[in-house]
């Protein structure tokens, strides 16, 4: 497996630079394991693991940049492959946006490496599957469920000074459940770094309840409901109005941050107050990278115009007490408009309180449970509406209790007025590569009803 | 999923993303490199019986080869810079085998020689031995032919590649000048070109070199009204396509003309862009649509995305039986649907076909990725449903003794599997025009452009936006709505399709980045139609107020 240590990736790093030509250099060094399973019909369908190890060099002259890359690591391919993207560099077209590259960085120390998870093997993976499948065919359901392990290892240098490494492992498992007569369907996907965190057995069960309660479920009439959002519904909306807080498109008008006038919403309250935003690469249940990847260059946004360009991750807030407080910025974009230049969130925590969705449920005289939302697409980037459907488990609660499963709704909702809205939130877990409390929301607009299953 | 990802390219929060999905082990090149050959047709038929034959040593019973090499660029822009420039190349082999009745499959990068290819065989044979142990039932492959030692190239007029970055740059630009100067306040532009140099050798006897070229020319505009600070968009009304640059070279043959300009094979970005920001800033003055029920006149830049999800993906066998489950979903449209030989899919209007071998598609090839030569077949006929999209271990569970041809990977290193062929809609059988179906229309919404698209993991419930939308009133197109989209089921939908213009009015619209599987692959793929109505169809506004 090609997970280098910090000292062989800085030497070869080093040995790349030292051939460097350019204005500016800077090298990323990158390599992993990938494995996976996927299985449906309760049997398996396919499974693999494939193993990378790539270097990238991207050359700066003046304004115009290149990228090469290579597989070899061999003093004579990293000198052809740092000629090769001083080349490329030369035959391209200015970039007006530019930014120098930055130089050495203090980067946190994160946990993201899991020993037990770098472990995993076919074998493993089997098992695994395995583990899933076989209660579902001793309760005549039907599985299909995919996991995928990576284990790998970033480090990035640049000839000014700056040097990053960091090894992280992920797993990302999930499950599907069905009825033998396709009337119910139940889902689960944990998410977690360390494999011993992971019991595809426990999540397989959630599932298998959530298809069998969801067997004949009836029509509700369209409209608007208190509903309890599982974290796995929620994560998707929420990712993706941070995903849309850009400074930039803010001040060119064009975001649903941007002011009637001019100027953007930062400093506005946009949310009840209990809504609370942040990302903190040094949380314990969702450690992140330290750094985006990349090494600097680019347009101020990194070798292909991404986020990472070396900047380091830090804790941040992005909405307190429902008040936008920070935006993240290019480069580029922050030095013309003299604010700090905050890189893109990765691992949003939404704070939350400390009851369970149980106690959410509890609490609840009428409202629906839904446990995922799919297909979600943006239907006016102004309004941050979404449209999207219920799936794999929506159900009827009434005097705090689960009274029977309902069809699935599809909803026209925009996360900032589902915010509003807030009633109640819970214990935040894991979901998507974020930390997502439970959360029970007013009138949410669902639109009309689906027969699928 | 790949496609959405990528339209973010063009749409808001462009400011983290900007490189869309590449074939695996994608690599930067010079863009000369784009035009160097690939191997030698002798050459790869070497490596290719090298795999095969040390696959058979080790106890296959069949193999297929895949030799690739993926080219790829793209230019992308914004008012008057370019932001960026990538030129790549993937090279490598995928080796898929059946052994004790399983699959098994493995790939490597850079292979060059005979030895490479003799060891990622026995190691996909090792895989599909110690598959076969948790294996159900096995591979039941349906027959086929050798076709020996076959090429198919696409009917290209020109190279992509052979046209300098320069000039690509400077149409951008110039396409972004122009919007700019006629109401824009921003403009993205980029155009994206790919060359599949695929060869494939199967131990059926079949040797079939292929050369694949597609193209995409994409833009948005957006107009800021700074007075109520809300801003609208529109995207350009092109498709992408399985044709080389002339698509760029503008023909009015190929020009639709009407409320706004619509193209067939040749497209017109300055002409394009130009009415982009027009209608962009004319939107901020459309009425806003009063939701209910209307009948919808859909044009062909639109109604494809609609055919794409409503028809496409639920008749893909691999979903009906649950092998997409845990992802994509499943489908409504069941196996005893399909055999009742009576399940109204769409009214009498509806003719739906599936097509790989459609001139200047995006899904159009001689062969598919396990040697079975494409063909069209009918999926609905005369509203009725009659068949589904299969490949070679499913064709006997529809009744079929040969695959139709669907089978596709979208790298080298990925496993082929079914993917989605080109499904269309048939043109009307008798002359219709578009003026004349909207004459007869009393309150209705002519809708072009597709805009954003949702549906369900059974494809029941869906719905859709567009690009632009004009209310009709009595037979006369009435001026502009905005706040459009409108929601269905599918068989109701396809049940209220009262009108399919004729041939004429035919064009193709498409997805260059379809995405399905775990771990997912993207696919391109066309759909054609003339302009359709559908009676009834439920409309909501989307306006709100954050």
């Known amino acids: 497996m090609a997970i280098l240590t910090q000292a062989e990736a800085k030497r070869i790093i080093d040995k790349a630079l030292s051939y460097a030509k350019a204005d500016e250099t800077s090298v990323s060094l990158t390599g992993g394991r990938t494995g996976n399973i996927r299985y449906a019909r309760n049997s398996v369908s396919t499974s693999g693991e494939a193993d990378n190890l790539a270097l990238a060099v991207t050359a700066v002259f003046g304004k115009r940049s290149g990228t090469a890359t290579i597989n070899e690591l061999d003093d004579a391919s990293l000198e052809k492959t740092v000629r090769r993207a001083e080349e490329i560099a030369k035959l391209a077209p200015e970039n007006p946006e530019y930014m120098p590259m930055l ?31 076989g209660p579902c065919k001793t309760k005549n359901l039907t599985a299909a469920g995919y996991m995928e392990d990576t284990t790998g290892f970033t480090s990035i240098g640049n000839s000014k000074g700056l040097f990053g490494y960091n090894r992280s492992t992920g797993v990302d498992f999930s499950i599907t459940v069905r009825t033998a007569d396709g009337l119910g369907s139940g889902y689960a996907n944990p998410d977690v770094n360390d494999v011993t965190k992971l019991s595809t057995k426990a999540a397989t069960e959630v599932a298998m309840s959530k298809a069998v309660a969801s067997v004949n479920a009836r029509a509700l009439e369209p409209g608007k409901y208190t509903v309890i959002l599982e974290p796995t519904a929620s994560v998707e909306l929420l990712q993706n109005m941070m995903f849309s807080m850009d400074a930039r498109n803010a001040d060119e008008g064009r975001s649903f941050l941007s002011k009637k006038g001019g100027g953007t919403r930062l400093g506005e309250k946009l ?45 941040v807030t992005w909405v307190e007490k429902g008040v936008v407080k920070n935006m993240p910025a290019t480069r580029f ?7 700090k230049a905050i890189p893109p969130p990765t691992g949003i925590i939404m704070m939350g309180g400390t009851e369970s969705l149980a106690d959410l449920i509890k609490s609840t005289t009428k409202g629906i449970l839904v446990t ?82 | 999923m790949n496609r959405r990802h990528f339209n973010q390219l063009l749409g808001m929060g462009t400011a983290g993303i900007l490189m869309p999905p590449l074939p695996a082990f994608s690599r930067p090149v010079s863009p000369e490199m784009l035009l160097e050959p690939g191997l030698d047709v002798a050459v790869k038929k070497r490596l290719a019986d090298a795999a095969m034959n040390a696959a058979k040593s080790k106890g296959a019973t069949y193999t297929d080869v895949r030799i690739g090499r993926y080219l790829n660029q793209f230019v992308v822009t914004r008012e008057d810079k370019v932001q960026n420039i990538v030129n790549t190349e993937s090279y490598g082999v995928g080796v898929r085998v059946i052994a004790d009745g399983c699959w098994g499959f493995a790939a490597v990068v850079d292979a060059k020689s005979e030895a490479d290819l003799a060891k990622a065989a026995e190691k996909a044979v090792a895989i599909a031995k110690a598959n076969a142990k948790l294996m159900k039932q096995p591979v039941q492959l349906a027959p086929q032919k050798g076709y020996g030692e076959v090429s198919w190239k696409a009917p290209i007029q020109k190279n992509a590649f052979e ?21 824009a306040n921003y403009v993205n532009s980029i155009l994206f070109m790919v060359n599949e140099q695929k060869y494939l050798a199967t131990t059926d006897g079949t040797y079939a070199d292929q050369d694949i070229h597609r193209i995409w020319p994409l833009s948005t505009v957006t107009a800021i009204d700074a007075k109520t600070g809300k801003f609208e968009t529109r995207q350009g009304l092109s498709a992408p396509v399985g044709m080389g640059y002339e698509y760029l070279q503008s023909n009015p043959a190929d020009k639709i003309t009407g409320i706004t300009t619509r ?41 494809w995305l609609t055919i794409h999800e409503s028809v496409g993906h639920p008749l893909e066998l691999d979903r009906v039986l649950g092998y997409e ?17 009576s399940f109204n899919y769409g009214s009498k209007q509806v003719n739906l076909f599936a097509d790989k071998t459609q001139v200047g598609s995006l899904g159009a090839v001689g062969y598919d990725d396990e040697g079975v030569q494409t063909k069209r077949w009918d999926l609905v006929k005369d509203g009725t449903l009659v068949n589904y999209q299969a490949i070679r271990d499913q064709a006997h569970i529809i009744g079929e003794n040969e695959s139709q041809g669907c089978c596709y990977a979208d790298s080298w290193s990925s496993v082929q599997f079914q993917r989605m062929a080109n499904v269309s809609l048939a043109p009307g059988k008798t002359p219709l025009s578009v003026q004349d179906m909207i004459k007869d229309v009393k309150k209705g919404i ?89 009676n009834g169809v439920n409309v909501i506004n989307t306006a709100r107020k954050i």
């Open chain 2, 163 to 183: 046209v300098p970055i320069k000039e690509k740059v400077d149409l951008l630009l110039s396409v972004n000048n122009a919007a700019l100067k006629n109401g």
């Open chain 1, 333 to 339: 974009w922050a030095e013309k408009k003299g604010i």
């Open chain 1, 271 to 315: 949310f009840d107050e209990r809504v609370n935003i942040i990302t903190d690469p040094m949380n314990a249940e969702l450690p992140l990278s330290p750094f985006g990847g990349g090494g600097g260059g680019g347009g101020g946004a990194g070798r292909f115009g991404g986020g990472s360009d070396g900047r380091p991750q830090e804790k």
């Open chain 2, 263 to 303: 193209y067939n094979k040749g497209y017109d970005m300055l002409e394009d862009i130009t009415a982009a920001a027009k209608q962009a800033r004319a939107k901020h003055a459309a009425k806003s649509v009063e939701a209910g029920k209307y009948d919808l006149v859909l044009d062909p830049s639109h109604l």
């Open chain 1, 103 to 133: 130089g050495p960085q203090t980067y946190l120390q994160t946990n993201t490496y899991a020993e037990s998870t770098a472990k995993i093997d076919p074998e493993f993976r089997a098992k695994a599957a395995f583990d899933s499948i």
């Open chain 2, 325 to 341: 489950a845990n992802f994509a979903g499943t489908s409504f449209a069941t196996l005893d649907k399909w055999q009742s030989k």
């Open chain 2, 446 to 534: 002519y809708i072009i452009g597709d805009g954003s698209f949702s549906i369900d993991q059974q494809r029941y419930n869906f719905q859709f936006g567009g690009q632009l939308y004009y209310e009709i009133k009595d037979g006369q197109i009435a001026g502009m709505l905005k706040d459009v989209a409108y929601q269905s089921n599918t068989q109701e939908f396809w049940n209220s399709c009262v009108a399919v213009c004729d041939e004429k009015d035919y064009r193709l619209g498409g997805s260059f980045f379809d995405g399905k599987g775990q771990p997912p692959q993207s696919s391109a793929v066309s759909h054609g139609s003339s302009t359709a109505r559908f």
């Open chain 1, 372 to 453: 995922r939302l799919w297909y979600i697409r943006a239907v006016d980037p102004q309004t941050l509406l979404y449209t999207g459907l219920t799936r794999d488990g929506t159900f009827y609660i009434e005097n705090g209790q689960i009274k029977y499963p309902v069809k699935n709704f599809r909803f026209n909702e925009s996360p900032v007025i589902m915010l509003n809205n807030l009633e109640a939130l819970g214990k935040p877990v894991r979901a998507g590569g974020h930390l997502i409390p439970p959360m029970k929301i007013r009138d949410f607009t669902f639109t009309s009803l689906s027969d699928a299953v």
